[in-house]
């Protein structure tokens, strides 16, 4: 392990932060979907971070699990954009607002 | 061996009845109806004649201690708690299976009978099904093993009741009936309840055999314990037998079907209080001034309730009011402790009083479902058959020998002369009034003019309807060979004796002379009342009386008054203050507390934006502060 | 090696921050590949080779092309069209996000452990593999009820609805329209 572990750690939280503000900020519920994934790839990175620094393998697995479960949201939820664009003619999230008190 | 399967059977069979026409009734055909609901009720009948001729056929499987043949069927354990032993138990002994073969025998007819009255009825499978768990619910009651189980068959034939007077509940009078008669059992059923504590006080349990053994050594002669007992069992025999001051309903009970006033309210339910107060003899000898009480209160009744009937108009609440001077005679004679003379004139009564309900509805029948006497008259010609039945009954209700009425009532003042003569003056006094009242009734529902011409298409009744009033007449002719003989005990008394006052042993009756006298002062009696009556009602001859008593008798005494202002009035003041206080307090905190969750749920409905986002930002602050939270620690 | 990991870690911040930034949906996707390329490779820095391999079949192969072909579905009209969203402004949304930020990077790097010794088979195909039809045997058939789960959701949110009336939340309007009625809402 050449490069010590806080570097990619730091990068992993940087990216997490990122994928964060284009959630908050973006309108278009494609870029939010895909700053969610950018968070989904910031934690994987600090999983594979702290395998190598345990030595143990499970952080790994994690990673797999939470490849799998990516998958089958990013199908579930661009199946439901796709959806939502068919019922509203729009994927900006700021005008799916129904649930508004 | 036969004897527990049959008393099981006897109350379950119109169960069943009422089970098949209550759930199925409406897609049965009128003939199913009345086929399933008769032949339950013959069914049961039938299983208490068995039971008749296996009592007397096996000998007892071990004497009772209270002397008497008894059996007793355990069905299973009700209530079991600590030293509180409640089985549900049936007994079978003379007096049970004489009530059951009377409640059975009198249903039957009265079922056969409904059949023809209530047809075309919309409702008949519904009235059959009650009628029928009315039949159920009696059985249940006179079989009874304690009074915990009697109980249950004393509200069961309670609900009956309420549900066939306002059977027609679309009319209002009818549903206001039925709930009157509801409530005001149930001020009567309170103290039956408070007794039932008392009894479980004294005894330790309510078994109708263990009661009657441990009476004479748990309960002190006159004592306290026996006197509130006696009493609280008394205020509910008076509300279910409608006796002074909780007779109200009985009248008002007349808005159910005809056949239903004949059955419940003058054959079998009214009756029950005397048959549990002669099922509970023992308990009421050790109180002798509750059966004084009881005593008075059944003679003063018999009278107020003749004098009442006198000034009815209506052909059914004088029959009603009859009912209630009737059960009075029966109170009257088990309050001088003729309980046997007691169950005999319940017999002979259910016998005449269903004839006399059965004949007057075959008038309604007749005449569309009028019942003003007013407008009545001259129907002997159009109902001839009718009318010589509502005659026989008449007959026997006002006491001419040799009709079953005359050798009870005769009974009943005999035993009262040899209590208390006061009281045999008074039934006396009460025996004339009913000659009258009945004579009245006749004359002015069957004699005179026909006040309704030319319109008339009244006619005799179908023989479904005639058969059941026939079979009555006859009973009512014979039978006083049941119960009275000059010299010794008749057939019913002996039987019963078997099982009542046993130990003290068949009382001596006075023969002789002074009987005769009674008897022939109370025929006379009788006698003159209709010669008076005949010379009132039918040749108008004597006129006059005195318009004060005339107002009192039409208000009854201003009972129903009394009770206006006494009863309803404090009871309507103190609903209004409780609407008041459910107003302001009850429904003002729970309003409050509405209102206030729904303010702040007003208040909190600005942070569903309904922006993804904004709930994104949410999630942020709050893991926000968990890492705050972390890293300060 | 520790430039090779500089350059990674440029590549990655500079694609999330494309992500976050591109005005077209296509150009975010591009990005988006940038940091999932540039992190597999920061995954054979970390000694999970099977890892960085899963990371380029699915995500490079399998979700960035489902992006792809949604955005192709749903065309031109996805891209946005006005700038600063009203709702929660940038200008409050990233100072929240920055100071979360801090807080992740105080927590991640505060640690300091000295990394494990691991032989040379660690984080290959073999030894993932064990582990995971061992001690994960479990999860691992769960997430395979979860891809069937998924798809089966793919299925039926695919199948074309029955033509429904417009919605009553929004009656016949454009997107255009309903946005500019917003604008005076919020106002």
């Known amino acids: ?78 199946a439901i954009i796709v959806d939502v664009f068919r019922a509203m003619e729009t994927v900006d999230v700021d005008d799916v607002d129904l649930l508004r008190g | 061996m036969l004897i527990p399967v049959l008393a099981v059977l006897v109350p379950t069979l119109p169960l069943a009845g009422w089970a098949l026409n209550g759930l199925w009734g409406g897609r049965f055909t009128r003939r199913t109806v009345a086929i399933v609901a008769c032949g ?83 409702g008949c499978a519904r009235y059959f099904a009650y009628l029928n768990l009315f039949m159920a619910s009696m059985f249940w009651l006179v079989l009874a093993g304690n009074l915990a189980a009697m109980f249950i068959g004393w509200e069961g034939v ?217 407008r009545m008259g001259g129907l002997a010609r159009r109902l001839p058959r009718t009318t010589a039945a509502f005659a026989i009954g008449a007959l026997a209700l006002a006491g001419i020998p040799p009709l079953s009425g005359f050798f009870s009532k005769d009974l009943i ?126 040749r108008r001859s004597l006129r006059g009386g005195v318009p004060a008593l005339a107002g009192l008798l039409s208000h009854r005494f201003y009972i129903e008054e009394a009770y206006a202002v006494g009863v309803i009035g404090p009871v309507r003041a103190l609903a209004r203050v409780a609407a008041v206080a459910d107003r302001t307090v009850t429904d003002a905190a729970v309003m409050g507390l509405a209102r206030a969750l729904g303010r702040s749920g007003q208040a909190l409905r600005g942070l569903e934006t309904g922006y993804l986002r904004h709930y994104a930002a949410f999630v942020l602050v709050g893991v926000l502060l968990i890492l705050a939270y972390w890293v300060s620690r | 090696m520790a430039v090779l990991f500089g350059g990674v870690a440029c590549l990655a911040l500079a694609g999330g921050v494309g992500v976050i930034a591109s005005r077209r949906p296509v150009h975010s996707v591009l990005a988006l590949l940038l940091v999932l390329g540039s992190l597999a490779v920061d995954y054979l820095l970390l000694d999970a080779q099977f890892i960085a391999v899963l990371q380029l079949i699915i995500y490079a192969g399998a979700i960035v092309v489902l992006f792809v072909f949604v955005i192709m579905l749903l065309h031109a009209r996805s891209g946005e069209v006005a700038r600063v969203p009203a709702v929660l402004p940038p200008a409050a949304a990233i100072p929240v996000c920055a100071v979360f930020g801090l807080m992740l990077l105080v927590v991640l790097t505060g640690a300091a452990i000295a990394p494990a010794a691991v032989g040379p088979a660690f984080g290959t195909v073999q030894e993932v593999g064990r582990a995971l039809f061992s001690r994960f045997l479990l999860p691992f058939e769960a997430a395979s009820i979860v891809l069937l789960i998924g798809m089966i959701g793919a299925v039926v949110l695919g199948k074309r609805l029955p033509p429904s009336p417009p919605d009553a939340g929004r009656p016949a309007e454009g997107p255009g329209e309903g946005r500019s009625k917003r604008r005076v809402e919020l106002r």
């Open chain 2, 413 to 538: 003042l005999s035993e009262a002369f040899r209590a208390q003569a006061w009281l045999w003056a008074v039934g006396v006094a009460a025996a004339g009034l009913t000659a009258v009242y009945i004579l009245r009734a006749f004359a002015l529902t069957f004699l005179g003019a026909d006040l309704r011409g030319a319109e008339g298409t009244a006619h005799d009744p179908p023989p479904s309807m005639a058969a059941p009033m026939w079979i009555l007449a006859g009973l009512t002719v014979a039978g006083g060979g049941l119960g009275w003989s000059f010299t010794h005990p008749g057939i019913l008394e002996r039987f019963l004796l078997t099982g009542l006052r046993a130990g003290a042993g068949p009382p001596a009756r006075a023969g002789g002379a002074g009987e005769g006298t009674l008897v022939a002062a109370s025929v006379l009696v009788a006698v003159a009342g209709i010669v008076v009556g005949w010379l009132v009602y039918v």
């Open chain 2, 40 to 122: 339950a009720v013959a069914a049961a009948f039938a299983a208490a004649a068995l039971l008749l001729w296996q009592i007397r056929l096996a000998p007892p499987p071990g004497r009772a201690p209270a002397g008497g043949p008894s059996w007793i069927v355990d069905l299973y354990s009700w209530i079991g708690a600590g030293s509180i032993q409640v089985p549900l138990r049936l007994l079978v002994d003379p007096l049970s299976v004489a009530m059951a073969l009377v409640v059975g025998g009198v249903g039957l007819l009265i079922h056969v009978y409904s059949v023809g009255y209530m047809d075309g009825d919309p």
């Open chain 1, 1 to 78: 392990m050449t490069v010590p572990a806080p570097y990619h750690l730091a990068l992993s939280a940087v990216l997490f932060t990122l994928g964060m503000v284009g959630v908050l900020v973006r309108r278009s519920a494609l870029v939010v979907f895909m700053s969610i994934e950018v968070m989904l790839n910031a934690v994987n990175l600090a999983f594979v971070t702290f395998a190598r620094l345990r030595g143990v393998v499970d952080g790994q697995l994690l990673v797999f699990f939470v490849l799998v479960v990516a998958a089958v949201e990013v199908v579930i939820g661009l």
């Open chain 2, 158 to 374: 309670g609900l009956c009741s309420y549900l066939l007077i306002a059977f027609w509940f679309t009319r209002p009078a009818a549903a206001a009936a039925g709930v009157k008669a509801f409530l005001v059992t149930r001020l009567g059923d309170v103290g039956f309840l408070l007794g039932i504590f008392v009894a479980f006080g004294v005894f330790g349990t309510t078994d109708f055999g263990v009661m009657t053994r441990d009476a004479g050594a748990r309960l002190a002669l006159g004592g306290g314990a026996a006197t509130a007992l006696a009493l609280l069992l008394f205020a509910g025999a008076a509300g279910k037998s409608a006796q002074l001051p909780l007779y109200v309903w009985l009248p008002d009970a007349m808005e159910g079907p005809t056949p239903v006033s004949a059955l419940i309210h003058a054959a079998t339910m009214v009756t029950a209080g005397v048959y549990m107060i002669v099922r509970l003899h023992a308990v009421f000898l050790r109180a002798p001034a509750a059966m004084d009480l009881i005593a008075a209160v059944g003679a003063v009744t018999a009278i107020f309730a003749a004098a009442a009937a006198l000034v009815e108009p209506d052909l059914k609440r004088v029959l009603a009011y009859s009912t209630i001077s009737q059960l009075g005679y029966m109170f009257l004679a088990v309050g001088v402790g003729a309980f046997s003379a007691g169950i005999f004139h319940l017999t002979s009564h259910a016998f005449f009083k269903a004839l006399l309900f059965l004949a007057a509805g075959a008038v309604m029948h007749a005449l569309g479902g009028e019942t003003d006497m007013r």
